[in-house]
Nanobody, 123 residues
Framework: QVQLVESGGGLVQTGGSLRLSCAASGRVFPSYAMAWFRQAPGKEREFVAAIRRSGGITLYADSVKGRFTISRDNAENTVYMQMNSLKPEDTAVYYC????????????????WGQGTQVTVSS
C-alpha cells in the first residue's frame, strides 16, 4: 500500500500563487510516476500535470501549461506543484496520484490517491 497526503491548498485571489505538496509513504515502487488531478463541483476529474521518476520529464494539461510547474524530490518521495497566475476556473479539489511506470493523463490508470486539498480562487 501507498499512502499519499496532500497539503498547501487554500483561498487566493485571481493572479495569486499556491504551492501544493504530496508526500508518499508506505510501499514505494522502484519506478513510478506521480501526478496531479483536479475536480471542480459538478465536473469530472481532470488531469493537471504528471512527472516521471527519472529525468524530471513532465506533462501538463493545456489549461495550466506555462502557469503550473510540477516537480519532485525522490529522496523524500514528495511531489510539488507550484501554481502561479491562478484563475477562478482553477478552483477545484486537487488530488495527488501515483502509478508504477510511465505517467498517464488517464485517472483510471493510477493506483493510489490522496484525500485531496481544496484550492479556491476568488475573482
Amino acid at each position: 500500500q501507498v499512502q499519499l497526503v496532500e497539503s498547501g491548498g487554500g483561498l487566493v485571489q485571481t493572479g495569486g500563487s499556491l504551492r501544493l505538496s504530496c508526500a508518499a509513504s508506505g510501499r514505494v515502487f522502484p519506478s513510478y510516476a506521480m501526478a496531479w488531478f483536479r475536480q471542480a463541483p459538478g465536473k469530472e476529474r481532470e488531469f493537471v500535470a504528471a512527472i516521471r521518476r527519472s529525468g524530471g520529464i513532465t506533462l501538463y494539461a493545456d489549461s495550466v501549461k506555462g502557469r503550473f510547474t510540477i516537480s519532485r524530490d525522490n529522496a523524500e518521495n514528495t511531489v510539488y506543484m507550484q501554481m502561479n497566475s491562478l484563475k477562478p476556473e482553477d478552483t477545484a479539489v486537487y488530488y495527488c496520484a501515483v502509478r508504477p511506470g510511465l505517467y498517464s493523463r488517464k485517472s483510471y490508470e493510477y493506483d493510489y490517491w490522496g484525500q485531496g486539498t481544496q484550492v479556491t480562487v476568488s475573482s
